[in-house]
Each structure stands twice: as C-alpha cells, then as structure tokens.
Nanobody, 130 residues
Framework: QVQLVESGGGLVQAGGSLRLSCATS????????MGWFRQAPGKEREFVAV????????LYSDSVKGRFTISRDNARKMVYLQMNSLNSDDTAVYFC???????????????????????WGQGTQVSVAL
C-alpha cells in the first residue's frame, strides 16, 4: 500500500524558515513527479511546487517563487520543501502528492491541478506567527 507521510511542520515566526519532508513507501519513486500543495482554512487546495520524476523540472507558484525550494532524494525516496522568508499567508496544511509520470504534459497547468496526482499524504500544519 502506497504511503506518503509529511513531517517538519510547526509554528514559526514571520521571516523564519522550515523544511518539510515527505517519506514515501511502496512507491516506484523514480516514476513519479512529486508535488507539494497547501490548503488554508476555508480555501481550496493550491499548488505550491513540483519536481519531475528525474529531477529535471521544478515549478513553483508565483506566491512562493524565490522563497521555497523543492528537492528530492531518489535513494531515500524522499521529497523536501525548504521554506524561507515565511509570512502569514503561508499558514496552511501542506500536502505531499505523487503523480505517475506517464508522459511529458503539453502544458505546465497539468502539474497545478490536484486531480493530476494519484497519491496524497495526510498533511502537516505550518503556522506562521506575525
């Protein structure tokens, strides 16, 4: 049974940093694009970042570009999200997600949609205090 387990969330002061981790199991890791999404109370789940199965592509939402960095360790089957310069708008539950990389999509919009992803973690809370 495929499992994605996020960790590393917590409470941080504005301007601070956190590093989220996502451990995967029972997943042919190198066959999956790995994404991070977030969901704030009362809002829809939104795309944060994605890294390609071969690590050859990384995409970020405009709201986190330049502050967040996604990476993956194929040997450990882990994906990470380094978050710097956090602000209150970053407060949300962060989810790790896996998308079977069958083919290169014709548009990056493919990666931005939650429905693209086959597996999801349970989420980890990130709270940024002013």
């Amino acid at each position: 049974q495929v499992q994605l387990v996020e960790s590393g969330g917590g409470l941080v002061q504005a301007g601070g940093s956190l590093r989220l981790s996502c451990a995967t199991s029972q997943l042919t890791f190198t066959s999956y694009n790995m994404g991070w999404f977030r969901q704030a109370p009362g809002k829809e789940r939104e795309f944060v970042a994605v890294i390609g199965a071969r690590g050859d592509i990384t995409l970020y939402s405009d709201s986190v570009k330049g502050r967040f960095t996604i990476s993956r360790d194929n040997a450990r089957k882990m994906v990470y999200l380094q978050m710097n310069s956090l602000n209150s708008d970053d407060t949300a539950v962060y989810f790790c997600a896996a998308d079977f990389a069958l083919r290169t999509p014709s548009s990056n919009i493919y990666y931005y949609q939650p429905r693209t992803y086959d597996y999801w973690g349970q989420g980890t809370q990130v709270s940024v205090a002013l």
